[in-house]
């Protein structure tokens, strides 16, 4: 029964191709995120989303679209994939109100664009 | 933007050593939390601390929390290969969405 869960494990895939990545919680967690680590293993947020409303949108380029069809799901939607854009993608999600929030990271996505 | 530095970025040391990492910011966050990431996987917490000063235990870990709250150590007593792995700082800000990761200090534990 895992608690954040994200697919595909392994992505890999042409410059100029469009892809997604799903991600499901079965926390009943309010907060869904995505972040990318990169080569350098630094985790860097890109997007927040609060029962399915965007409330973070760090600086990523507009190739990105986050899509959040209920509060479980933060799925990630990437168009016109670029060799930089080749990173590991974890979501995560957090309760929200509680003290002491923490993330719950699912096990990543490591996506490679040749 | 608020910034977390650790220190080291890299460490390699032999079984039954003991070893301190640091976490630095110029920024004051509500809580400080310390995540271990293991290869494949995605990162899971070990600690939260609030209040400045704090000390927190788990088994062989020590986490504390600057006085000034921007700052926190870890502390690993007679380390395991098991410790070995990615260890992230994460600051929280006042509304507990906004998590920001520090570079990550990369411990081997060597048997």
């Known amino acids: 029964d895992t608690a954040v869960s994200q697919t595909p494990k392994y992505l890999v895939t042409q410059m100029g191709n469009d892809k997604s990545i799903k991600c499901e919680q079965n926390l009943g967690h309010d907060t869904m995120y995505w972040y990318k680590q990169d080569s350098k293993k630094f985790l860097k947020i890109m997007f927040s989303?609060?029962?399915?409303?965007?409330?973070i949108n760090e600086t990523v380029p507009n190739r990105f679209s986050p899509k959040s069809p209920d509060k479980a799901h933060l799925n990630l939607h990437i168009n016109s994939l670029e060799l930089g854009d080749s990173a590991v993608y974890f979501c995560a999600s957090s309760p929200l109100g509680q003290e002491n929030e923490k993330l719950f990271f699912g096990s990543g996505t490591q996506l490679s664009v040749l | 933007t608020q910034l977390l530095e650790q220190s080291p970025q890299f460490l390699s040391i032999q079984e039954g050593e003991n070893l301190t990492v640091y976490c630095n910011s110029s920024s004051v966050f509500s809580s400080l939390q310390w995540y271990r990431q293991e290869p494949g996987e995605g990162p899971v917490l070990l600690v939260t601390v609030v209040t400045g000063g704090e000390v927190k235990k788990l088994k062989r870990l020590t986490f504390q929390f600057g006085d000034a709250r921007k700052d926190s150590s870890l502390h690993i007593t007679a380390a395991q290969p098991g410790d070995t792995g990615l260890y992230l700082c994460a600051g929280v800000g006042n509304y507990g969405q906004n998590f920001v990761f520090g570079p990550g200090t990369r411990l081997s534990v060597l048997p």
């Open positions: 989303y609060n029962n399915k409303e965007l409330i």
